[in-house]
């Protein structure tokens, strides 16, 4: 049994509606953590996730996860703006809420991620297949996604069946 995936805490999005785990429900999702001031972010992290994003298509959702937990002043909604049409993410992109003065971002502890970039795989269930810190293997990386876009959604329970069957008559009378 695989965990299930914490909740995200946003202040902002880009590229998209506000978007929560709970409507991404049935899909697979690639979580991409990433600071703009991150050397490998910018180097590793978003090309990969932009190319999962263009490869994979409509078969998973990518999701970028503004995790700021340094140079707070710098990294500003309005220089994130500008970063992203610059490097032209255009996958959607919450930037990660701060509790009072702690410098962690809320999502970045729930994850219990140890830096940026940090690369999460959640299957269609909501779990948490997937958690990489630093550089990932592009082969290694398409092959993971590849096995949960191919893996069957767990199926509903059955619904409970009564010990005897009902009886309907034709006018709508059950029994």
């Known amino acids: 049994m695989h965990p299930s995936a914490p909740a995200w805490s ?18 697979v999702v690639v979580l991409e953590a990433f600071q703009m001031l ?3 972010c910018v180097s590793q992290g978003l090309p990969q996730a932009s190319r ?3 490869v994979f298509g409509d078969d998973i959702r990518v999701i970028g996860l503004h995790s700021v937990f340094e ?3 710098a990294m500003t909604p309005v220089s994130l703006e500008a970063f992203l049409h610059e490097y032209k993410i255009s996958f959607p992109v919450g930037v990660d809420a701060h ?13 219990g991620m140890r ?7 959640i299957d269609r269930d909501g779990a948490v297949r997937a958690h990489h810190f ?7 990386l398409g092959a993971a996604v590849a096995r949960l876009v191919a893996a069957a959604p767990t199926p509903a329970p059955a619904p409970a ?8 008559t034709i006018d709508g009378v059950c029994s």
């Open 134 to 140: 630093g550089a990932v293997d592009d082969l290694a």
């Open 10 to 27: 946003t202040t902002r999005w880009f590229n998209s509606d506000p978007l929560t785990l709970g409507a991404l429900r049935g899909h």
């Open 115 to 121: 830096g940026t970039p940090t690369t999460v795989l």
């Open 71 to 73: 140079h707070h002043a």
């Open 161 to 168: 069946v009564a010990d005897e069957p009902s009886v309907c």
């Open 52 to 54: 999962l994003a263009r």
């Open 99 to 111: 509790d009072g003065d702690d410098p962690t971002p809320v999502t970045f502890a729930r994850y």
């Open 38 to 40: 991150c050397p490998g």
